[in-house]
């Protein structure tokens, strides 16, 4: 069936580095995508999104790049601080229901070590 | 602004109890709720929706159900709870069926 997966389970990085997590997706469908910050105890916190007809899109340190061609999505965070280390969820949303199911990832631990 | 609110933040139920968790929207209307359990160190799961008042639907075949009574209010509840029950349950809202869902702070039930 239809998963989101994650390359690496857990990254760690030094404080000022740029970090990429990446994620691999099987459902050719998907046309939406999310990446989720989670913190220890926390409900996800939504970072940024990307929709099937675009390649990339910017936010405020972090960057999304979506290739359709290998069903690969992956974040970046640029200047990596103490405060990013969390959980890191892709989910995807391959359409064709009313209520936008959503299907996420297993998660990769980010740690910032200063 | 739009805010979602869990309660109870935590919660130890034995085996065989009832279980009802609440979760409230504010600042918006008609919005699509979501039920979604996280086991340790796991993905999320999508348990049950809402697209309306009345209107839910499950995703997995479990001991629990769900509710929502008000167009903002979304509750999960169990008869008789089991010691698989044990998760980080989380709420979560989204306007429309094709955009992003937000979180609220989830409730961690722990089943003994």
């Known amino acids: 069936g239809e998963s989101v997966g994650l390359h690496l389970p857990t990254l760690s990085v030094q404080e000022g580095d740029n970090s990429i997590i990446n994620c691999a997706y099987s459902n050719s469908a998907s046309d939406y995508f999310i990446w989720y910050k989670q913190e220890s105890g926390k409900g996800p916190q939504f970072i940024i999104d990307?929709?099937?007809?675009?390649d990339k899109r910017q936010g405020q340190r972090v960057t999304v790049l979506l290739n359709k061609t290998v069903k690969h999505l992956s974040l970046q965070i640029a200047a990596t601080q103490p405060g990013d280390s969390a959980v890191y969820f892709c989910?995807?949303?391959?359409?064709?229901?009313?209520?936008?199911?959503?299907?996420f990832g297993q998660g990769t631990i980010l740690t910032v070590h200063p | 602004s739009q805010t979602i609110h869990q309660w109870p933040a935590t919660l130890v139920q034995p085996v065989g109890s009832p279980l009802s968790l609440e979760c409230t929207v504010e600042g918006t209307s008609n919005p699509n709720l979501y039920w979604y359990r996280q086991a340790a160190g796991r993905g999320l799961q999508l348990l049950f929706y809402s697209v309306g008042i009345g209107q839910i639907s499950s995703e997995v075949p479990q001991n629990l159900s769900a509710s929502r009574p008000q167009d903002r209010q979304f509750i999960l509840s169990s008869k008789k709870l089991l010691l698989s029950d044990s998760g980080f349950y989380l709420c979560a809202w989204s306007l429309s069926g094709t955009g992003e869902q937000y979180f609220g702070p989830g409730t961690r039930l722990t089943v003994t």
């Open positions: 990307i929709r099937s007809n675009m």
């Open positions: 989910a995807e949303n391959a359409g064709g229901t009313s209520y936008g199911k959503l299907t």
